[in-house]
């Protein structure tokens, strides 16, 4: 598989195994996640609405 040859080439190159490189990507994206979430719910009034702007917001860049 095309895309595990590439998690194995990354991991090599920064010095760990591709188990280790699959949590370090998951624990990147749950940060990344949690920082949006944080930034588009200072931008509104009414918080109960991140859920609908982070889904506008990755519809558009999805629609790039």
């Known amino acids: ?4 040859g590439e998690q194995a080439a990354l ?3 920064l010095g760990v ?3 280790t490189l ?3 990507t998951s624990r990147l994206r ?3 996640r949690t920082l949006v979430r944080r ?3 200072s931008t509104l009034e009414d918080e109960s609405a991140v859920n609908e702007e982070m889904q506008v917001l990755f519809d558009a860049l999805r629609n790039r």
Request: proline residues 0%; neutral net charge.
């Open 22 to 24: 699959k949590a370090i």
């Open 11 to 13: 991991a090599a190159s």
């Open 39 to 41: 930034e588009i719910a």
């Open 1 to 4: 598989d095309a895309v595990h």
């Open 17 to 19: 195994n591709v188990n």
């Open 30 to 32: 749950q940060r990344f």
